[in-house]
């Protein structure tokens, strides 16, 4: 019931706000960038309710601003969330991080770089949050294929890789805040507002040193 209770209360929080909300159309716009999206219709009914696969997200944006115009600024020259996002969604998103945020890597890259402090020298990390951690791993039940389309990861990028979970119990304490878009882990899949394309809630972190976060092995199945 607990499990039940959570996953409503992240939809709710999902689509908060309708009288301030724009629908923001990204299907069309970025299906090209990348062959994750060859794989969208086998996975979007397990991600993503059907009420929303024409409607990634809605995002509350200051007045003259929308998503097509943000997309075409070039990394590297993109504005501060700040200056387009109103506040009190701003803080609604961060909110929702505060239970805990997490992220997926393969072993041999915390093995190759180190586990001291995880994150990009930029001194960013990308997360979500744990409960929608939760949730997508619960609804990929062990299929690594799944997991990459959940979170945009190349066509077998992850395949034959030991994959760990890594949670942070508070990042709050490490500077959580809205992505711009101009972060080194940035690719062109990136969406303003602080959402994947799949609807997942993202923010960003300082680097975390080792003892402020856990590191355990995901569960997967052997692809048949």
Same mark, same amino acid.
């Given at each position: 019931?607990?499990?039940?209770?959570?996953?409503?209360?992240?939809?709710?929080?999902?689509?908060?706000?309708?009288?301030?909300?724009?629908?923001?159309?990204?299907?069309?716009?970025?299906?090209?960038?990348?062959?994750?999206?060859?794989?969208?219709?086998?996975?979007?009914?397990?991600?993503?309710?059907?009420?929303?696969?024409?409607?990634?997200?809605?995002?509350?944006?200051?007045?003259?601003?929308?998503?097509? !115009?943000?997309? *075409?600024?070039?990394?590297?020259?993109?504005?501060? +969330?700040?200056? $387009? /996002?109103?506040?009190? #969604?701003?803080?609604?998103?961060?909110?929702?991080?505060?239970?805990?945020?997490?992220?997926?890597?393969?072993?041999?890259?915390?093995?190759?770089?180190?586990?001291?402090?995880?994150?990009?020298?930029?001194?960013?990390?990308?997360?979500?949050?744990?409960?929608?951690?939760?949730?997508?791993?619960?609804?990929?039940?062990?299929?690594?294929?799944?997991?990459?389309?959940?979170?945009?990861?190349?066509?077998?990028?992850?395949?034959?890789?030991?994959?760990?979970?890594?949670?942070?119990?508070?990042?709050?304490?490490?500077?959580?805040?809205?992505? !711009?878009?101009? *972060?080194?882990?940035?690719?062109?899949?990136?969406? +303003?507002?602080? $959402? /994947?394309?799949?609807? #997942?809630?993202?923010?960003?972190?300082?680097?975390?040193?080792?003892?402020?976060?856990?590191?355990?092995?995901?569960?997967?199945?052997?692809?048949?």
């Amino acid at each position: 019931m607990q499990s039940v209770f959570k996953k409503i209360l992240l939809i709710s929080l999902l689509f908060t706000g309708n009288l301030y909300a724009q629908k923001e159309l990204f299907w069309g716009e970025i299906a090209h960038h990348s062959s994750v999206f060859s794989r969208i219709d086998e996975y979007k009914a397990v991600f993503l309710p059907s009420n929303s696969w024409e409607t990634c997200q809605r995002v509350h944006y200051l007045q003259g601003v929308d998503s097509a !115009s943000l997309m *075409e600024i070039h990394k590297g020259k993109r504005p501060a +969330p700040s200056s $387009y /996002l109103c506040p009190n #969604y701003i803080a609604v998103h961060l909110s929702t991080f505060l239970q805990g945020g997490s992220l997926l890597v393969p072993k041999d890259v915390l093995d190759k770089y180190g586990r001291a402090l995880i994150g990009r020298p930029d001194n960013t990390l990308f997360i979500i949050s744990k409960e929608q951690m939760d949730c997508l791993l619960e609804e990929a039940d062990g299929s690594i294929e799944r997991i990459e389309a959940a979170l945009g990861v190349p066509d077998g990028y992850w395949a034959g890789r030991i994959i760990c979970r890594i949670d942070i119990p508070h990042p709050e304490n490490f500077h959580i805040r809205m992505p !711009s878009g101009n *972060e080194q882990g940035v690719n062109a899949l990136w969406l +303003p507002g602080g $959402y /994947l394309w799949q609807g #997942y809630r993202e923010a960003i972190i300082d680097r975390v040193p080792e003892g402020a976060y856990v590191e355990t092995v995901i569960k997967v199945k052997d692809k048949k």
